[in-house]
């Protein structure tokens, strides 16, 4: 079922150990893997799962870190421990689609998030106010958002049935995370801010963090939380935001108006040459970013300053020095030849650190994360206010079911 935290860590990188909010001064408790007792969810297209940002088109797989739910047609709402490791400014996609995992299935598609929010009271020790938001790169129109709690729906109370969607771990190894699965779990306690909720008989766990948990009739749902904890064992206890708590979180990123239009960004093939002050400088999907004193350039997540030439679909289109690089997630024009600078790689840094026992060949998933952490663990050209560092994965792997 739903199942909490984030499926990124693969024994690589540390995992959050969500805990269920509780009364202040009471100590959290963590939840682990997966969405449990579920089935599949063929119906819920805005149950979405959130990805780190593929860079190659040679078959790169996708990195699952939560789910999340589509609440308009360029907004999801996930949870905000979901941010940990790459924090706001991080590179993320979101995919739509039953089947994520071991690669995507047919009909899925991935969007790029330009933009990506924390809860302003966010609490990572107790999960309170667990929540953030997304802004895609592209409206969602063939999709219909889940509907938002509204005046003349009733509040969850206990006792209540509801449904919970998500991409998370099963704990079956015959039923791997990766794949949007549903299922019912009954509310157990509610407070101003969150609920609780037991198994009947499915239970959420690890990769089903950020999900939706829907209640009301069948074919009137309505978005009533967010998945974002629970019991280690993902047996017992699931934890979720209210979603009726969250509209003044909600309302200005909804209201919100389109950014302006980026003037002429920088030439694709003069990105060696000309340097950037921010990221509308850069091409769609580029950030402005420096590193040290050297002037700011429009990279590419998980690569260093560089070129981009000819379309193509594998490395090999692209000479001894270049990599067919994804620009944006989809279209004729999303993969590139990508040509570096330099002849060599930029110097590894001390946040680097030493090759570990997850690291892989190249353009292998270690070796990506490895340089994706590297690069946002830098000084980015552009901050924003309140933007959270990536200290939210600890040891354990994140806490909350999976449908």
């Known amino acids: ?57 040679g078959g790169e797989p996708p990195v699952l870190l939560c789910s999340g739910a589509l609440i308009a047609p360029d907004v999801v709402l996930t949870a905000a421990h979901c941010l940990a490791v790459f924090g706001e400014a991080g590179p993320y996609e979101v995919f739509l689609g039953p089947t994520l995992l071991p690669e995507p299935g047919p009909g899925g598609r991935f969007v790029r998030v330009t933009r990506a929010v924390a809860h302003p009271d966010y609490v990572p020790a107790t999960h309170a106010w667990d929540a953030a938001l997304l802004r895609l790169a592209v409206p969602v129109t063939d999709v219909a958002p889940f509907r938002l709690p509204g005046g003349s729906d009733v509040p969850v109370a206990p006792g209540d049935p509801v449904r919970a969607v998500g991409y998370g ?6 039923l791997p995370s990766g794949q949007r699965r549903q299922g019912l779990l009954q509310v157990t306690g509610v407070t101003a801010s969150a609920f609780q909720a037991g198994p009947a008989p499915a239970m959420t766990c690890v990769g089903d963090s950020g999900g939706p948990v829907l209640g009301g009739p069948p074919g009137n749902e309505v978005l009533q939380g967010l998945t974002v904890s629970g019991d280690v064992a993902c047996r017992t206890e699931a934890v979720q935001v209210r979603v009726d708590a969250l509209g003044d979180f909600l309302r200005p990123f909804l209201e919100e108006a389109p950014p302006p239009a980026p003037a002429s960004p920088r030439p694709l093939d003069a990105l060696c040459q000309e340097a950037c002050a921010s990221d509308a400088d850069c091409p769609a999907g580029l950030l402005c970013v420096s590193a040290g004193d050297a002037p700011a350039r429009c990279l590419l997540p998980a690569l260093q300053a560089g070129t981009y030439g000819a379309a193509c679909t594998e490395d090999a289109a692209c000479g001894a020095q270049g990599v067919c690089a994804r620009l944006e997630v989809d279209g004729d024009d999303a993969c590139r030849c990508f040509t570096p600078c330099e002849a060599t790689a930029d110097p590894r840094t001390p946040e680097d650190g030493e090759d570990s026992g997850c690291a892989s060949g190249p353009g292998g998933l270690g070796a990506t994360l490895a340089v994706l952490l590297g690069l946002f663990w830098r000084r980015s050209h552009r901050r924003r206010p309140g933007s959270r560092s990536r200290a939210g994965l600890r040891v354990k792997a994140p806490t909350k079911p999976q449908v």
């Open 169 to 174: 771990d099963t704990k079956d190894a015959a």
């Open 1 to 57: 079922m739903v199942a909490l935290g984030a499926s990124l860590v693969l024994g690589c990188l540390p995992a959050c150990g969500p805990a269920a909010p509780q009364p202040p001064g009471q100590a959290l408790r963590t939840r682990s893997p997966g969405l449990v007792q579920g089935t599949d969810a063929p119906g819920d297209g805005a149950a979405v799962a959130l990805v780190a940002r593929r860079t190659r088109c």
